[in-house]
Structures are given as C-alpha cells and as structure tokens.
C-alpha cells in the first residue's frame, strides 16, 4: 500500500518543495509525489487537471492520498467533497498534514459516516471561502496600489516580506496555524504576520508597490 503525496501550486511563488518537507517534517513517510503546476483551484476542477485525473488510475484500495490540506485539491466546495468522497469509494485514505486529518470509507456506523461526511463538507466549503477572501484583498491591495500611484511617487517603506512568504503566511492563517508555527516555518517575525493577518489588503498594495 503506497502514500502519494499530491501537490498543487498556481503561481510561480508557490513551491512543492516546502509542501513535501512540511509532510516528512510531521512524520509521513512518503512513497511518490504527484503535482500539478500553474493549476487553478478554483477554475479547475480536480478530475481536469493532467495529474489529478492520473491519481484515480494510480491510487488503488488502501493505498493513502496525502495533501498538505484540502484546498490543494480544489477551491471550490463541490468538487473537494466529491473529490474525497470519491477516492473514499474506491477505498483510497485521504489525508492531510495541517490538522492531521484522514478520510476512510471503512466506518459502516451511521452516526460516524454523518460526523465524516459533516466535516468534509465544513472543509470543502471553508476552502472555498478562502479562496473567496483572497481574491477580495487581491482586488483590495490592487486599489489602493493604484490609489496611491495617483497621489504619489512615495511607495512607502519596502515590504519585509516577499510574495511567496506572503503566500505561505496567508495560507497557513486561513487554515488557523498558529502565529509561532508560521514564523518558525516561514522565517518572517511574529509582527509582520500579524500586520498581514489584520490587513492583508495593505500588505497585497505594498507589495505591488515595490513589484519590478
């Protein structure tokens, strides 16, 4: 039985790497790593992307389908839940690193299928609103970016941060780690994290400012 650790990154700042260090740094041991690059979680579906689709061939029953959490497979509430419920049919373990979740379809109990079946749905729709706020401060951070173009030259003091840290720490907020695990991950202060988590608005404008 085979652990395949599933990977996806949109942008070029996101890095599979970190994503298969984090899984062995909590102590999985990983068999085969399968990624897609450049692929939208919430545009494409999780059965139309060239690798997604390869793991409903490759991934037999008991083998274990390992992601760093559920919004690698998909941003996009219906499809995450049909996705895990899915390999959950052919009898394939979903699980995740962050919150070190796993998915089985091996309870035959009512009452535990009911508590599963619940908790990939808050799952499923929490990585879609996710997806939902990061846009919205997205659009936010390009506004003001804009806005102060308009009035000034003054870009303001250089973001210690860059994008793919940006990134990271914004995921990792969305998915309720804590302050001390992002920086230790992330290797940015404790500070900065919080002025991203309480304005991420203003750190997307700060960083398009100091872009090029």
């Not at 009898?91 to 796993?102: A, F, M, S």
């Not at 970016?145 to 030259?153: L, N, P, S, V």
Request: glycine share 8%; no cysteine.
């Amino acid at each position: 039985m085979a652990t395949i650790f599933y990977a996806r990154v949109s942008t070029v700042d996101q890095n599979i790497e970190h994503q298969q260090a984090q899984a062995e740094a909590a102590g999985f041991k990983i068999d085969r790593v399968v990624a897609d690059h450049g692929v939208s979680g919430v545009s494409t579906l999780f059965a139309e992307r060239p690798n997604g689709k390869r793991l409903f061939d490759m991934l037999r029953q008991g083998d274990t389908l390992l992601v760093r959490w559920v919004d690698r497979l998909g941003r996009n509430y219906s499809d995450v839940r049909d996705t895990i419920q899915e390999f959950m049919r052919r009898g394939v373990v979903v699980r995740t690193v962050i919150n070190g979740l796993t998915f089985d379809g091996a309870t035959k109990d009512p009452m535990q299928q009911a508590v599963r079946d619940a908790l990939i749905g808050f799952l499923a729709a929490t990585a879609q609103a996710n997806a939902e706020a990061i846009k919205e401060a997205q659009r936010g951070g390009i506004a003001l970016a804009k806005a102060k173009d308009g009035e000034t030259k003054y870009r303001g003091r250089k973001p210690s941060f860059t994008r793919a840290q940006f990134i990271a720490v914004r995921d990792m907020i969305a998915q309720s780690a804590g302050i001390g695990e992002i920086a230790k991950i992330t290797g940015i202060s404790r500070q900065t994290i919080y002025r991203i988590k309480n304005d991420p608005v203003a750190a997307e404008a700060a960083l398009l400012n100091w872009a090029g």
